[in-house]
């Protein structure tokens, strides 16, 4: 994928995602994949009621009765989960579930990390579990197809080293776009010191 579209589609989550905390860019990717799925459904959709037209015009009843399952069946717009589990601590992947909702999957033992035993946020911890989101993220806004197409529940673990390679740049801009936009934030007094 061209890394001009691919900042261009970290940018567009950035826009969206306030000042990032993890659920804001999660929300935001959420509303673009189900504005996605709306442009996508409705010109298959305006296709099916041209051929169920014309199937009636035949008077093919049992033509037009299949067209209308199908526009019934077509698929509900996904939607972006997130969840702590079991795993290695260096690992992280998203995987599309039976019902074509994402299931991003983190590790747990990072998520204990981005708290200190104050229970107060640990800086390291924070960012490494907002690159591993972001990076998961990236995978869901760039190669969302190939997600949808996945079967087995490796997910975004089976996607090829250059989805990987697109993921990173998708995470380095968004995380700078961050950076910078919370560093204006900060100069104009709305927070009162650094960002985390
Ligand atoms: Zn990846």
């Given amino acids: 994928m061209d890394k001009a579209r691919i900042k261009e589609r970290a940018e567009e989550v950035n826009s969206r995602s306030l000042d990032f905390q993890l659920s804001h860019a999660v929300a935001a990717c959420n509303v673009m994949i189900i504005e996605d799925f709306k442009v996508r459904s409705q010109s298959e959709r305006e296709d099916l009621k041209q051929k169920i037209l014309v199937a009636s015009q035949r008077k093919?009843?049992?033509?037009?009765?299949?067209?209308?399952e199908h526009i019934g069946g077509l698929k509900k717009p996904s939607r972006i989960y997130v969840e702590y589990c079991n795993i290695p601590e260096d690992s992280g992947r998203v995987v599309k579930t039976e019902d074509n909702h994402l299931v991003i999957s983190l590790p747990l033992a990072l998520a204990e990390k981005s708290r200190d035993e104050a229970i107060v946020y640990n800086e390291k911890g924070v960012q490494e579990l907002r690159r591993r989101t972001a990076h998961e993220l990236g995978h869901v806004i760039l190669h969302f197809d190939k997600l949808m197409n996945q079967t087995g529940l490796r997910g975004s673990l089976d996607l090829g080293p250059d989805e990987d390679i697109e993921a990173n740049i998708f995470t380095e801009t968004l995380l700078e776009l961050r950076r910078n936009r919370n560093a204006t934030l900060a100069s104009q007094g709305f927070y009162s010191k650094g960002i985390l």
């Fill in 60 to 68: 093919d009843e049992s033509e037009v009765q299949r067209l209308r």
